[in-house]
Structure formats: structure tokens, C-alpha cells
């Protein structure tokens, strides 16, 4: 398989753009969220810059929008009755633009009620841009006693 994505298409990245809803666990405000971009960070030696789309409008995420319309034109009309079947209506989705879409499903558990202290949400070494949206848009960027590939 041809590497279409990722570290393979893009060896010289040094920062990593993420769009994300403004709710729910990857929140602007969420600490559990912003401690776990800081250990991904420190993984790969980039730096995270994290744009989120202000509470309620997700539909302003036109590939998201864009993926979901495919999607669901694609499920019309069959139950979705086992994550096999979901994952392989998902990942047969094309458009006659060239959209196509990567789904594989992650079997792994994560617990739930994680405490974030504020010692360990000071440790993100978190900036924030020069404009209004302080809450919205920031960048994390690798540590450098911990980052694991050199790339910091």
C-alpha cells in the first residue's frame, strides 16, 4: 500500500493542524484533552496547533460536512446492525469528486473519570495566539527533555 498520509508523505512537518467541535471531550476547555495533546506532542516532536469551531457549529467543518453527507448516502436504506457493517459502509464510501474515506475500528477501552489536577494542566506547554479567539485557537508544542524523535 502507497502511503497517502502522515509522517510518510510529509517527513519535513514540523507542526500538525487539528480542527475540532468546540463541545464534548475534545473541548476547548477540556483539561483531559489538552494533557493528552501534550503526551501526543512529546510522542511525535510536533507541534499541535488546535483550532476549534466555536460550541454548536460543527456544520461550519465543511470536510466534516462533506464526509457525513457521503456517509449516510452511502448506509441509505441498510440496517446497521454489527461495527463490521458500519465500518465497511464507511470505508466504501467514494464521491464522483474523489472523496474517499478510511474507517477501521478502534477496539481498544478507555476509562472514564480521569482527573486532570491544575499541576498537570500547567505542564502543557500550551501558547495562544495574539487574537480574540483565546479559548478557540492554541498551539502545544513538544517538551524538550521529553519529545522522542528529535523533531522538537
Excluded at 488546535?50 to 457549529?57: A, E, I, K, L, Y
Amino acid at each position: 500500500m502507497v502511503a497517502t498520509h502522515g509522517q510518510a508523505v510529509y517527513p519535513t512537518a514540523t507542526e500538525l493542524l487539528i480542527t475540532a467541535d468546540g463541545g464534548g471531550s475534545n473541548g476547548s476547555r477540556t483539561k483531559l484533552w489538552k494533557v493528552e495533546l501534550q503526551k501526543l506532542a512529546d510522542e511525535i516532536g510536533l507541534a499541535l496547533t488546535v483550532s476549534h469551531f466555536p460550541p454548536g457549529t460543527s456544520k461550519w467543518n465543511k470536510i466534516e460536512h462533506r464526509m457525513f453527507a457521503a456517509i449516510s448516502l452511502n448506509w441509505r436504506g441498510r440496517p446497521l446492525t454489527t461495527y463490521e457493517t458500519i465500518v465497511e459502509l464507511i470505508g466504501a464510501t467514494t464521491t464522483k469528486t474523489g472523496l474517499t474515506i478510511e474507517c477501521a475500528l478502534d477496539c481498544n477501552s478507555y476509562p472514564t473519570g480521569i482527573k486532570v489536577t491544575d499541576e498537570e494542566l500547567a505542564a502543557v506547554n500550551l501558547t495562544h495566539p495574539d487574537d480574540q479567539n483565546l479559548q478557540w485557537d492554541y498551539t502545544i508544542r513538544p517538551r524538550l527533555s521529553t519529545s522522542k524523535n528529535g523533531k522538537s
